[in-house]
């Protein structure tokens, strides 16, 4: 199953303009992907599984409905960390991880240098976040240490994509659902998606 899915929102549009706009000040810049990362959880998750639960409200008994399985969010580092809290704001129950990843300059391959992770990522809906899928191999790494610890369900989320980065997570993951707010041209020389919105994880945290 190879899943990709681009939203289309009017404001998904708009605040992708103001992150890509390159004069955009770091608080601005923080606050949208946060604002965007949050609204693609709220696409991905419609699908998630519910179960009853007998509660009482003030005035009778009634089935409410509650998720069946615990929810974790792991954030590859830096620039994913971006995301984290506004997607814990809509799933304040979410259990979070951390997995350190950043591209060799040259190489542009993944260099791994930290992670933890909840228990829970056996049993539960496992979101990787990550603002860019450039040449996709953060988030496959990623996927497949997950994998490895015994993560069956997991998705990704990010805010721009584009063809290489794509084709490699569905062909390492073709399991994966990859939810988008853009879906780039191209790569260029050095990596970078173009026209992309430059280095998230430097916009993000102020530093160069
Ligand atoms: C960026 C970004 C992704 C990765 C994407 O991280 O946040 O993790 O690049 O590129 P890829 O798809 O080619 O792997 P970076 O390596 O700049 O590390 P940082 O977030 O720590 O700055
Ligand atoms: N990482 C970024 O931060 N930006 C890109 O365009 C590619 C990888």
């Given at each position: 199953m190879k899943k990709l899915v681009v939203l289309k929102h009017p404001l998904i549009d708009h605040k992708m303009s103001i992150i890509r706009?390159?004069?955009?000040p770091t608080k601005t810049f923080r606050e949208s992907v946060g604002e965007v990362g949050a609204l693609i959880t709220y696409e991905m998750t419609k699908d998630l599984e519910l179960v009853p639960k007998e509660i009482e409200t003030p005035l009778t008994k009634m089935t409410a409905y509650q998720l069946k399985k615990d929810v974790v969010i792991i954030p590859i580092l830096r620039a994913g960390l971006g995301m984290v809290e506004s997607i814990h704001n809509i799933i304040p129950s979410a259990k979070i991880g951390h997995i350190g990843v950043y591209r060799d300059?040259?190489?542009l391959e993944p260099i791994a240098y930290y992670a933890k992770f909840p228990n829970e990522i056996k049993s539960g809906v496992v979101i990787v976040v990550d603002p860019m899928l450039a040449t996709g191999g953060s988030a496959s790494y990623a996927i497949k240490v997950l994998k490895e610890k015994g993560a069956t369900d997991v998705r990704f989320v990010g805010l721009v994509g584009c063809p290489e980065g794509v084709n490699r997570l569905q062909h390492e993951h073709p399991d994966v659902p990859i939810y988008l707010a853009a879906m780039d041209e191209k790569l260029n020389e050095?990596?970078?998606?173009?026209?992309?919105?430059?280095?998230c994880g430097d916009r993000l945290f102020g530093t160069k």
């Open positions: 706009d390159k004069n955009t300059e040259n190489t050095d990596g970078y998606i173009v026209p992309g919105l430059g280095d």
